[in-house]
């Protein structure tokens, strides 16, 4: 499943032409939906190459941030794609949505970070990636997408008492993203011997039927890019791995794993002050300086152990510049500081200003 490489006769390899986007950092959906739309009836397995305008450097290392920042900005809330049941939950397909044509290009988008070996945060729960594998959602898949309202069905299922009618006196509809659906005709009110059939009902008005159209526009897209064979070798699981990745960060091993050039060595007293700063911050604050250093808060779980980074010091640099990166191959350009203050105080600067690269 490598990106752009098909196998001919079992043996030898070709690389596929490139697919090129150049976007604005400040118009970055509107850019690269325009751009998806001309290429829309045409083969997108390729390998992808992005540059962002005005910025140095096209080549397949502007991946990663690309696509952290595309689907950062896709997915907000704000934005109006989707729906999230409850705050700080996944998201879902909305019941009523105003951009049905993107959920296309979302697929499309969410196939090319696949295929091109790239992660992102796209919060989608279980269910998406066991429907994308032809799988049915659960009880289980609900109450990770919707905490609250999976509770509530859970309860239902586990009160034994005959008195069930009468303690919680339902009927047979549901109340999602601010609809409320009647899940048979007239529907009766739920007792003890048709609350299954009610639960099962529900998960699938939330998970297919409620979602039909833009679920399958999404899903149209994705195999667009991707083969549905071999998207089949997963579970859903690991598919979910794969697609969005671990921000489970070794950092003990990452220290281990990095090189050093241009004069620096392990026991350089900058690199040495480098690493007792950067092991005293917050998660959160790890997260972001992998982002300025790679592009991407996200790491694919099969390289979590591998992860490098290479620390050079070019003569031009002096203790008053800042610290910067190589994002398409995780280097940073430490200038030689003297104090740890000095090292604090332009880690803190580059963190936060992560955005760009050299």
Request: aromatic residues 14%.
């Amino acid at each position: 499943m490598l990106a752009g490489i098909v196998v001919h006769g079992g043996s030898s390899l070709v690389l596929l032409s490139t697919f090129n986007l150049m976007v604005r950092r400040s118009h970055l959906i509107e850019d690269v939906l325009c751009q998806l739309n001309q290429f829309e009836n045409e083969d997108l397995r390729r390998e992808l190459m992005v540059s962002f305008s005005g910025e140095i450097g096209l080549d397949f290392g502007n991946q990663a941030e690309f696509f952290h920042s595309l689907f950062e900005e896709m997915t907000q809330p704000e934005y109006g794609m989707f729906m999230y049941p409850e705050e700080a939950s996944c998201m879902w397909f909305p019941v009523r949505p105003t951009f049905e044509k993107r959920y296309f290009f979302f697929g499309v988008l969410h196939g090319l970070c696949l295929f091109n070996c790239n992660v992102a945060n796209i919060p989608f729960p279980l269910a998406l990636f066991k429907k994308l594998l032809d799988q049915t959602p659960s009880l289980e898949d609900l109450k990770e997408l919707s905490p609250g309202w999976g509770k509530t069905l859970q309860t239902f299922l586990d009160y034994e008492s005959d008195d069930f009618g009468e303690v919680f006196y339902i009927r047979f509809n549901v109340h999602w993203d601010k609809n409320d659906v009647d899940l048979i005709p007239k529907g009766s009110h739920i007792d003890q011997t048709n609350r299954t059939d009610y639960i099962s009902k529900c998960i699938n008005y939330i998970f297919n039927i409620s979602v039909k159209a833009v679920y399958e526009e999404f899903q149209r897209g994705f195999y667009k890019v991707c083969d549905k064979e071999i998207i089949g070798i997963f579970h859903p699981e690991e598919l979910k791995d794969v697609i969005i990745g671990n921000t489970d960060y070794d950092w003990e091993t990452f220290e281990k794993n990095a090189h050093y050039e241009q004069g620096y060595d392990n026991s350089h007293p900058t690199i040495v002050m480098f690493w007792k700063a950067l092991h005293k911050l917050t998660l959160e604050e790890n997260k972001k300086f992998l982002v300025f250093l790679t592009g991407t808060d996200r790491i694919q779980v099969k390289v979590l152990k591998d992860m490098k980074i290479t620390f050079r010091c070019p003569e031009n640099l002096n203790e008053k510049d800042p610290i910067r990166a190589q994002t398409c191959f995780s280097v940073l350009y430490l200038p030689k500081y003297s104090t740890m203050e000095r090292v604090k105080e332009a880690l803190h600067v580059a963190i936060n200003n992560n955005v760009g690269f050299v």
